[in-house]
């Protein structure tokens, strides 16, 4: 098999619509289910699986645009493919959805090679760590004090993670009191020697991040995601001037020149990198070089399972999120799915690939197209 031609020999999507547990918000979005658009890739009587989560059109966008130009191609030359794809959604723009829909795709030619060459997809890619630390996250801004607390002694009593995230900014910032009061509440519940990390997506202004930034030292905070939007690349490196925990943002980053832009302006302390948004691990990869060339950390942003194979080949790797809603799904409709013993995820390198399948029966009632 290796040297050979192997034709990729169909490309096809689903998408699924899954209800969260209760109602989600963070400091500015609210939602009630997660739709992802799932790809298979066929060659050699194999099938790679990937995934990306965000709007059903990208599901379309497979069929329509990616698949002509990645069919027949040969499914051992994934970058090749990526690069396909990129020309060929020039004209659709390819920050959003298109690049979701290719991330979706590339790993599932990653995961198709790997199978085809019987390795664990982090031995294709090139193990450098065989336990990937995780940070739990969730927290919402929806939940009573009860649901938090429940959250957060699950992760750290439960699971033993010693670090975990929980959403601010509540209402775009204009709810600072309950904000800091959350905050208070976490540690109290975890403890000194757990690690807690608060995320505002962009929801304060610069000077009301700071202020907020200050108080949150006080209570040993080490990681403020999105303290403001992470477009203000002035901004972001503000509030880490001004504060002691890392400021770090990146999830929205679509393509490489997003990253290094980012990195140039000093505006984080850590890299996050989303493999369903960036362009999958193709452009993961290109990402956590530059962000180290830059002497940055990365770290992978929600659908864990989607970066635990990329994770295991990054030098540079931070950790992974823990996002509950996207463990949640993941664990329900794929088999393979891994647990977080310890803070730590364990790839079992017996199995080819990245080691999940989808469940096809119990995904069917969540399918929309």
């Known amino acids: ?4 031609e192997v034709p990729i020999d169909r490309l096809g999507a689903a998408v699924y619509r899954i209800p969260t547990d209760q109602p989600d918000a963070d400091g500015t979005i609210t ?11 066929e060659a050699g009587g194999m099938v790679g699986l990937g995934w990306t989560y965000g709007a059903a059109a990208g599901g379309a966008l497979v069929g329509d645009v990616l698949a002509p130009v990645i069919t027949g191609r040969c499914a051992l030359d994934v970058p090749g493919a990526y690069h396909a794809m990129s020309r060929a959604v020039r004209n659709l723009g390819r920050p959003g959805i298109a690049a979701t829909a290719i991330s979706a795709v590339d ?6 090679k790997a199978r085809l060459l019987g390795l664990r997809l982090a031995r294709l890619l090139g193990v450098v760590h065989e336990e ?7 927290g919402f801004t929806s939940y009573d004090a009860l649901r938090l607390t429940q959250q957060l002694r699950v992760w750290v009593h439960g699971s033993g993670i ?19 009061a959350r905050a208070r509440r976490a540690r109290d519940v975890i403890g000194p020697d757990t690690e807690l990390y608060v995320d505002a997506n962009g929801g304060y202004q610069l000077k009301q991040a700071i202020r907020v930034g200050r108080v949150l030292d006080d209570l040993d905070v080490t990681w403020f995601e999105e303290p403001v939007s992470s477009d203000d690349l002035d901004g972001l490196r503000e509030v880490r001037a001004e504060v002691t925990a890392d400021v770090t943002a990146g999830e929205y980053g679509y393509d490489l020149s997003y990253f290094q832009r980012m990195c140039a302006a000093r505006a984080v302390d850590c890299l996050q990198v989303d493999v369903s948004r960036c362009g999958g691990i193709t452009e993961y990869l290109r990402v956590a070089a530059v962000a180290a060339a830059h002497g940055l950390s990365v770290s992978g942003h929600c659908a864990p399972h989607l970066h635990v194979d990329a994770a295991a080949a990054t030098v540079n790797l931070r950790h992974l999120e823990w996002f509950h809603d996207h463990v949640r799904i993941e664990s329900m409709l794929f088999d393979g799915s891994l647990a977080p013993t310890g803070g730590l995820l364990r790839p079992d390198f017996s ?3 990245h080691g999940l399948t989808l469940r096809t029966v119990d995904a069917e009632r969540h399918r929309i197209g």
Do not use: F, N
């Open 351 to 353: 199995v080819p690939g």
């Open 31 to 41: 939602w009630d289910a997660t739709t992802m658009v799932v790809v298979h890739a």
């Open 162 to 180: 010693p670090r975990v995230k929980i959403k601010i900014a509540e209402s775009w910032g204009m709810e600072v009191g309950r904000d800091l």
């Open 107 to 112: 790993v599932a030619l990653w995961d198709l």
């Open 132 to 138: 990937i630390p995780v940070y739990a996250s969730g």
């Open 1 to 4: 098999m290796p040297g050979g």
